[in-house]
């Protein structure tokens, strides 16, 4: 078998998080009646103009500037003309040949570690189209033009990703970016982040691309990978098997998995692009964008950077403290209150038990129970020994269910951890007592036996006993001669 | 008679109350009863309407509220959306179109205490040079009635001529204000790409359409167009430059005034037509005026170039016409297909598919380079040839059409000879310049224009010099027999 080399690259579309349409002045909340958010702009009724909305190309500068990209201070719309029922002008209006954003990149950290600069050929505004309703009709279609001119940003990656991974990667790390800039509210199942892959294959080595084929719609990371694997070996079996890939555009089955032919190159529309002339070209003055990135605020990659170089975090941890700013800040603020020098610890507590209670139950991490300043106060109380890590596990649990702080929570169900040597020993004494046997084995070499005495003692002391102090006290009393 | 008085003649009667607003369009509704089942000027007539809207400014009067347009009647062009009121734009597709809201033209006009009598017929979409593609019939020329009154603002001139209402709207595209207003023997000015809100006016080709006032004289189109101009925020392409005060600007004396004479207006030009130019130029220069040769040598491409550009632009503008949403739709479609081609083949009429059909063409991949560019360079020689031309004279002028009003019919079958019509109109457009028609004498008993053209935004400028050969001439006096 040939080795295959995988070209990736993809469009995403990110809606834009205005309060009105790009060129009317209508709402763009999702989920209203059909139709209740349609102006006459958005109904292409005859004699009105589209007003491009300020907000949107605010936005559009701010993604450009967060990927290093070029700010074309002249910009241009055209319209791109085919007739479907739920685009109601018979055009759409959108940025070809000169977009506003232009050559700009995002690094991807790869598996083994190493980072990966995709190239963004461009990113361009244009506006959402409608939707069309068949289903609760008889013998009709529906149309909701809600939709219809909600603004989206248009990202178009180089061919630069080698693996459905690294697709999904890279569109993880837009996604990142859109929410960090707060441009994009990044809701995939609401479409508001979706992507077209353009996917082809070709025998490691060649320096030609081959053909590709065009998968429309994804809008989840998990589709965008089963669908790229999918088209990846649908594409090797037909060229292995001696067939040739056609150029074509298709559409992922995610119930079934698989991709399937949507329509061919030949049956692709003209769309007859020309500049809008009902628009002036958008220039962007140099004020305008320093102004812009005056407001953008610390991106995902310089505060991993900073997490790593402040609090000696691992590029892991600090890439995951950093996934979105809401985590980030959480993480700060926790760090704040129990120092630097206990960062590690916070991050643990913030990657693991915290991550993992808001994804259990679904929770957003700014409505979580638990606040930073909760979270700091059952840290401290480990650093401070009150309590041992399997006990604040449980002090956790409580103030995920319930709220209020750890030292209520200690206090109330006497978890306070057993420091007092005597009253270890006692039990140790006990323990010893109630297992003659095991003792004996232990003391015969069976060195094992003494994790089941550290259990034993824990279960009498309802784990509160202090971990390191009984496995002192435990050793020092096993190692003895028999007692009185 | 009331009918043969000037705009401000009659707004005097009605500041003094020596006539009511009531009175006034009472007689201009009777005229319209008496003069257009024959002259067919009007597609709606709005008379209840008009004498509510009368009411009223003599409501705003009798409060002591003056203005130079309060309570005096107008006819729009049936481009103009009206709320409530149809408009039809002259096409079976819009028979049914009830607009949900006024143009900006319409509403600058209403505010100002304008009365609307009725919506004025005119070529399909704007689209013709004789009134003879309405849906509705054609006008016919109140000079005589064998021949058509030119277009596409065909009845807005008729009407005008006739003297069924002091001033009419219209809309110019490639001299559907300028060509009519000759062959009728009235006044029109099509001003400054950009001066007056493109905002409700039906589209035919954005880049080109502007609107403007058909008036019997300068003076009157003066105080009409001060209540049209301004910059509209909801009209991407309307200029925020401030509106000069036209009226006062009239008076101005020519001394000095430099005219330039295009070698390529005069080229060719009929004997009579010439003579007629002439005899204008001799009282333009007994006013101080001088006269200087000036050459456009790209503008003989103006028409080839115009039947590029325009097409282009209307056949996208007119996508929204699909039997979807509003205006004319086939009986009983079989699937969606059905729906676009019968709802747009039977909505449309011929010259409409022609131009629509040609747009595609020019716009298709393959053929964008070769004509819709080609054209663009084209217009952007044309325009730096006029604003060259401009750095050494004042105004432009030449004549408005190559002949007089032809006969009904005459042209149909010939749309090559049909587009020459405005062989001398469209460089204005392509260039965004302002243009007037005045009357300037008679071939064969028919009115001549005569067409100064000005640099942008120099509305002042022309209506001053028209206003000043007005006042030392009468042509622009001059009725149709049977309309005194």
Known sequence: MADWEVVIGLEIHAQLATRSKIFSGAATAYGASPNSQASLVDLAYPGVLP??????????????????AQIATRSIFARKNYFYPDLPKGYQISQYEEPVVQRGSLAIVLDDGTVKTVGITRAHLEEDAGKSLHEGLANASGIDLNRAGTPLLEIVSEPDMRSAKEAVAYMKKVHTLVRYLEICDGNMQEGSFRCDANVSVRPRGQPKFGTRAEIKNLNSFRFVEKAIGYEVSRQIDIIESGGKVIQETRLYDSDKHETRSMRSKEEANDYRYFPDPDLLPLEIEADFIAAVRATLPELPDEKAARFAAEFGLSAYDAGVLSASRELGAYFEAVVAAVGAANAKLAANWVMGELSSALNRDGVEIGSAKVTPTALAGLLAR?????????????????????????????????????????????VIAAVMAANPKQLADYRAGKDKLFGFFVGQVMKATQGKANPAQLNELLKQKLGSEPGP | MLHDLSIGALADLLNERKISSVELTRHFLA????????????????????????????????????????????????????????????????????????????????????????????????????NETSYYGPVKNPWDTSKVPGGSSGGSAAATAARLAPYATGTDTGGSIRQPAALTGVTGIKPTYGRVSRYGIVAFASSLDQAGVFA?????????????????????????????????????????????????????LEARNGALIEAALAVFRSLGAKTVDVSLPHLPLSVPTYYVVAPAECSSNLSRFDGVRFGYRCAEPKDLMDLYKRSRGEGFGAEVKRRIMTGTYVLSAGYFDAYYLQAQKARQLITDEFRAAFTGVDLLLGPTTPTPAFALGAKVDDPITMYLNDIYTIGANLAGLPGLSMPCGFIDGLPMGLQLIGPHFSEARVLNAAHQFQQATDWHMQTPQGYA
């Not at chain 1, 007003?51 to 290093?68: C, P, S, T, W």
């Open chain 1, 51 to 68: 007003v491009l909305n300020a907000e949107a190309v605010r936005m559009a500068v701010k993604f450009g500037l967060a990927i290093g």
């Open chain 2, 216 to 268: 019997r004289s300068a003076a009157d189109a003066a105080t009409v167009l001060q209540a049209m101009a301004g910059f509209d925020e909801r009209d991407s392409t309307s200029v925020d430059v401030s509106v000069p005060d036209y009226r006062a600007a009239l008076e101005q004396p020519l001394a000095g005034l430099k005219i330039g004479l295009l070698a390529e207006f005069f080229e060719g």
């Open chain 2, 31 to 130: 005229r319209i009863e008496r003069y257009d089942p024959v002259l067919n000027t009007l597609i709606t007539a709005t008379g209840d309407r008009a004498l509510l809207e009368a009411a009223d400014a003599d409501r705003r009067l009798r409060r002591g509220e003056s203005g130079p347009l309060l309570g005096i009647p107008l006819i729009h062009k049936d481009i103009f959306c009206t709320d409530g009121v149809r408009t039809s734009c002259g096409s079976r597709m819009l028979d049914n179109f009830v607009a949900p809201y006024d143009a900006t033209v319409v509403a600058r006009l209403r505010a100002a205490g304008g009365v609307m009598l009725g919506k004025a017929n005119m070529d399909e979409f704007a689209m013709g040079s004789s």
């Open chain 1, 382 to 426: 480990i650093l401070d020994d009150t309590i041992s890590g399997k006990i604040a596990k449980d002090v956790f649990e409580a103030l995920w269910t319930e709220g209020g702080d750890a030292d209520a929570i200690i206090a109330a169900k006497g978890l306070k951890q057993i420091t007092d040597g005597g009253a270890i020993e006692a």
